[in-house]
């Protein structure tokens, strides 16, 4: 299937589907061009120039794509390491706004990084030419409505608001019996958050009888770490 991309909207960033469509937008200031690159089921890759620029986000917006559909970014501009500057449109991005991420990083199939390593200190002046998209895990569209039940947001004034940010296991793996331990830790694994996948999480007190629990459930390995496997 053919797909064509209409300006869209440059805000909220990552992708956001309607029901009808999916709208894109990344955030870059020093790009000169953008493509989305959408993949099918068999892998095979199509591509479309993200042309509409507004403060420094470029969107899109592509009718009939929805939640499942796995998608990249190609971003061109400079490479000029000197100035921080990496781009090279050979290496399939992740979007860094995904709200959900296919896949792991398969070292093996490909070089991911945006020049060849070899140890020395000006390996990274020189761009790589290989694709990296067979081995880049893939951004996936979702859809972000979720039944509530009889659940209510309490609604709680900013002035009797207390937010404390803190990583769930560090807070929780020496914390005596009771409080959080007991309300976040499973009993045989101290500090490891009691839900499928949820090895890290931010922990947001809100008031002082409520808590928000925000997941950070992607990751991937260093080569080193598969090697050893």
């Not at 859809?143 to 769930?168: A, C, K, M, Q």
């Not at 331990?181 to 949820?198: E, F, H, K, Q, S």
Request: charged share 30%; glycine share 10%; hydrophobic share 30%.
């Amino acid at each position: 299937m053919t797909h064509e991309a209409w300006p869209g909207r440059p805000f909220p960033l990552g992708p956001t589907w309607d029901g009808e469509g999916t709208n894109f937008s990344l955030f870059s200031e020093h790009a000169e061009r953008v493509e989305l690159c959408l993949f099918d089921a068999s892998g095979a890759e199509e591509r479309l120039d993200v042309n509409d620029v507004t403060a420094h986000c470029w969107h899109c917006y592509v009718p009939g794509v929805g939640p499942g559909q796995r998608y990249g970014y190609r971003v061109h501009g400079p490479y000029e390491p000197d100035e921080g500057h990496r781009f090279n449109a050979y290496k399939l991005l992740i979007d860094p706004y995904a709200k959900a991420i296919e896949g792991r990083v398969h070292w093996e199939r490909a070089n991911v990084l945006p020049y060849t390593p070899d140890g020395t200190d000006e390996a990274d002046l020189e761009p790589d030419d290989e694709d990296s998209r067979d081995a880049i895990p893939k951004s996936l569209v979702v859809d972000p409505s979720f039944d509530w039940g009889g659940d209510r947001h309490p609604r709680t004034p900013w002035n009797r608001t207390l937010i404390y940010e803190t990583h769930v296991r560090g807070f929780t793996v020496r914390h005596p019996d009771g409080g959080f331990r007991r309300l976040l830790v499973t009993d045989d694994g101290r500090g490891v958050i009691a839900a499928d996948g949820a090895e890290k999480a931010v922990l947001s007190i809100i008031g002082d009888d409520r808590i928000e629990v925000a997941l950070a459930g992607h990751r991937y390995r260093l080569p080193a770490t598969v090697k050893r496997d």
